[in-house]
């Protein structure tokens, strides 16, 4: 499934931090915003706020690029979309796939055969039914070529869709796929006749219609995107996931302001009440600040060090050398001085965002000692010299430093680790589509889908028929655990299964096992003390303490 | 003089030719963009047919000539991440632009030129001493420094004017004088001393001999004299602006065209790029056309140099 644009949340956080006199401007900020951001009148402290203003604005890093949402895979054109359209489920806060459009799913006997039940009564904001018919039909405008749109490789493997009845679609797919439900989070569900009409699939990109929470007003391109609330929305009613919500505010703007100097000043002025992305070097002054809070939001995006076996006279071809230098690094305090603190230590392939994470795998300790002993034993007792191929510009806040700083750990077991950078866009041709220039030693990566499943990441990345195995890893049994998994659409068999392959892909060491990196916000506490953000998207649907749908 | 328009716009065009090649390779030398817009599990055959269908299968040169082939006529292509057409990117972006560097220049005109006066004026004084430190800070400080300083000062701090966007007049306030600054401070140290030489001409004191007020004598006798050069400076740093303005609209969330040029850098936009460059260069070029063109008139031993 297609990578959630990192790119665009990557180059535009590189923006920010290579804004000039970034501290100069922090250091103003930090006095100002004391003295000037007063309490709200009448709310006590640290007291939820029963009802929101009219109005949020929120503040991204670039603007989305299409009003429709099956052409739009940008960072702030999802979280736009999350509020006008409905896909067949949303995630709530906490990561949970919740029913919307859909009410429950099933595969049938045959698992190629995925069979949704649709809410009953649920209509687009121009009145238009939503309907088995309308499922066929996004499925359909999705694996249209010419329409070209973002998710189209994830609908390769749909055959067809059947209307079964008017609220039931059956899918038909080529081979058993437990992630479907996945696809249909981000199908946002446009209206069928709107799209059939004399402007055809254009009409949704010029005023876009859903089902969501919030009616498209307009978009000022590369300024802010207007929202007015839709007061009847179907999740609110009685008895629907996000019935216990408080109703987002009337209006919602999403901004865009690219310089994170800029988008710290409108959140000290009060211009806007969310901002996405604040630089790391921010990070400790809103911390400090009463008025604001800092959240690092769980993402489905980490870094780490691939273990290139691409060379065949590799020290990395051999076990003990990979586990060695997972022993050798200090990920904790990495995390914990570079990284602020934020991200999450990641054991195996994935972290705790996804679908088959084992919490009861724990990560390779800090133990040079152990790691020399290692390398003797595998011959390499006066270490070895290795290409280091790291991303410049950074993937991940933060990747300037953290890079040097796992070359300087491999140095202390005699590892040494030749800096090499590559801009992200090279590396890929390079390492990925041609197999010379090698031989490859370490390749930094940044890997993380939006699906938050692990087949994504697995077997992609370390299946080694993987189209983005960069490091040319190879096992049978590996290969066969992933298989497994994708083939089957029992959950707690896929679970098992999972299991066993994350316990032996630590063991295996294929990668220098990193952290799983996180979106970070700042906003008003005093205004919006109930805030939940789901992953990158600043959602005010699900507004409140109880507000999250429950599953 | 004919001989003389038709050998600079031949050079102008030269120069628009050279600019477009140097960005049409730069920015091919800077990475793929075929890999940040496909998904990395894409097949070979994916990433083959995307460049066959962006035409960067074709060896350089050619692509090259379908650019400029395409640019003469207006046509920029397609842009890979916005999937538009870019010169309609680029003409929505141009009012938000013209309206920055109008209200820059409309402001470094009529807060640089008093104040250039007022210096000459009241030479060697406290005032005078102040201006000419202001120009200095304006003319030798980053403007983006100059910006952030202003969005603490002005927006922070003193809450006074919006820090980031496009919508009301005081929108416009804090970018437009950011984007002026340069220009307000060049044409405040130009008309000071243009005005000094002036202000001891046989004629000022005559002028003021002949008991006339010492206002008609600044404003009729002595502004416009020393006019002229003002005049062509105005005109030749009107490009300087513009390319200020890149900076400014990232600063301050501008929506213009300068920022839609600069994030499609960072995505390997390229048609973006080539069609914004090859714009601003053009205009860039007929500004400096016209003014050489009108100072030729007006200064007839040009034209035969």
């Known amino acids: 499934m297609r990578e959630r644009n990192y790119w665009t949340h990557v180059f535009a956080k590189r923006l920010s931090r290579r804004q000039a006199l970034g501290t100069a401007a922090r250091a103003g900020l930090g006095l100002a915003g004391l003295s000037l951001l007063g309490c709200a009148p009448g709310a006590a402290p640290g007291a939820p706020a029963a009802q929101l203003p009219e109005q949020i604005t929120v503040a991204y890093i670039v603007d989305q690029i299409n009003n429709d949402a099956h052409l739009d895979s940008t960072i702030m054109g999802v979280a736009v979309q999350d509020h006008i359209y409905d896909g067949l489920f949303k995630r709530s806060a906490s990561l949970a796939i919740v029913p919307a459009l859909a009410e429950s799913h099933r595969w049938l006997d045959d698992p190629k055969i995925w069979e949704v039940k649709l809410r009953k009564g649920i209509k687009f904001h121009n009145g238009e039914p939503m309907n088995a018919e309308v499922v066929k039909f996004n499925t359909e405008r999705q694996q249209n070529a010419d329409f070209k749109p973002r998710y189209i490789s994830d609908f390769k493997a749909i055959k067809k869709v059947e209307v079964v009845d008017e609220y039931t679609a059956r899918v038909y797919s080529e081979a058993p796929d437990p992630t479907m439900p996945l696809k249909y989070i981000q199908t946002g569900m446009v209206p069928m006749k709107y799209n059939q009409g004399p402007t055809g699939n254009k009409a949704q990109s010029d005023n876009p219609i859903g089902t969501g929470p919030y009616r498209y007003v307009k978009w000022f391109k590369d300024d802010r995107v207007e929202m007015e609330r839709n007061d009847d929305w179907w999740g609110w009613q009685k008895g629907m996931p996000w019935e216990k919500a408080i109703k987002g505010p009337k209006k919602l703007i999403y901004r865009v302001i690219p310089q994170s100097a800029g988008r710290m000043a409108a959140l000290k002025t009060g211009e806007a009440d969310v901002i996405f992305g604040p630089a790391m070097e921010e990070i400790d002054a809103i911390k400090a600040d009463p008025n604001f809070t800092f959240l690092p939001n769980k993402s489905g995006g980490s870094p780490h060090i691939i273990l290139s076996v691409f060379d065949k006279k590799s020290p990395l071809q051999d076990k003990r050398v990979r586990q060695a230098l997972n022993y050798a690094v200090d990920m904790d305090t990495i995390i914990k001085k570079i990284m602020k603190g934020n991200p999450e230590r990641q054991a195996s392939a994935v972290g705790s965002s996804y679908f088959g994470f084992d919490k009861d795998l724990k990560p390779y300790p800090y133990d040079p000692k152990k790691a020399k002993e290692l390398l003797a034993q595998a011959g390499y007792a006066n270490g070895f010299e290795v290409v280091f191929d790291h991303n410049d510009p950074v993937c991940y806040p933060g990747g300037s430093e953290y890079v040097p700083a796992i070359a300087g750990y491999l140095a202390d077991v005699g590892v040494k680790a030749k800096l090499t950078p590559h801009a992200a866009s090279l590396q890929f041709r390079e390492t990925s589509l041609a197999k010379k220039d090698g031989p490859y030693g370490l390749i930094e990566s940044c890997r993380g889908t939006s699906t938050l499943d692990i087949d994504f990441i697995v077997n992609q990345n370390i299946h080694s028929k993987g189209t983005r195995n960069h490091g040319y890893y190879n096992n049978p049994e590996v290969d066969k655990l992933i298989d497994q998994g994708r083939s089957t659409v029992k959950v707690e068999e896929r679970k098992a299964i999972y299991k066993k392959l994350l316990t032996l892909i630590k063991d295996e060491a294929p990668w220098i096992f990193m952290f799983q990196v996180t979106y970070d916000f700042a906003y008003n506490k005093k205004k919006l003390p109930n805030f939940n953000p789901v992953m990158w998207m600043a959602t005010f649907y699900n507004y409140g303490p109880e507000g999250d749908a429950k599953v | ?305």
């Open chain 2, 1 to 305: 003089m004919q001989a003389y328009i038709i050998k600079r716009f031949l050079q102008g065009i030269i120069v628009i030719l050279g600019v477009s090649v140097v960005v049409f390779v730069l920015i091919r030398l800077t990475g793929d963009p075929v890999s940040l817009m496909l998904p990395e599990d894409a097949s070979l055959q994916d990433i083959q047919r995307i460049r066959k269908v962006l035409g960067l299968d074709e060896p350089i040169h050619i692509q090259y000539l379908k650019f400029i082939s395409g640019a003469v006529r207006g046509d920029f292509g397609m842009s890979l991440h916005h999937e538009q057409p870019v010169t309609k990117l680029i003409f929505e972006r141009v009012p938000a632009t013209l309206e920055l560097a109008g209200g820059a220049l409309l402001l470094s005109i009529f807060i640089g030129l008093p104040l250039g006066v007022l210096a000459a004026l009241k030479r060697r004084t406290a005032l005078d001493g102040l201006v000419m430190l202001g120009a200095l800070v304006g003319q030798s400080a980053p403007s983006f420094w100059i910006g952030i300083i202003f969005i603490l000062f002005f927006g922070v701090q003193l809450r006074w004017l919006p820090v980031a966007g496009r919508g009301s007049i005081q929108h416009l306030i804090l970018p437009a004088f950011t984007a002026g600054f340069f220009s307000m401070a060049l044409y405040a140290r130009l008309t000071r001393s243009t005005m000094l030489d002036v202000l001891i001409q046989d004629y000022i004191k005559t002028a003021r001999a002949k008991g006339l007020k010492e206002i008609w004598v600044v404003t009729k006798h002595a502004l416009r004299n020393c006019l002229i050069p003002v005049v062509t400076v105005i005109g030749l740093s009107i490009g300087h602006l513009l390319g200020g303005i890149f900076i400014i609209e990232m600063v301050f969330a501008w929506p213009g065209m300068g920022r839609l040029a600069v994030m499609a850098i960072y995505s390997l936009d390229y048609p973006i790029v080539q069609g914004v460059v090859f714009m601003v260069s053009t205009l860039y070029v007929f500004i400096n056309l016209g003014v050489d063109i009108l100072y030729a008139y007006l200064n007839p031993q040009i034209r035969y140099a």
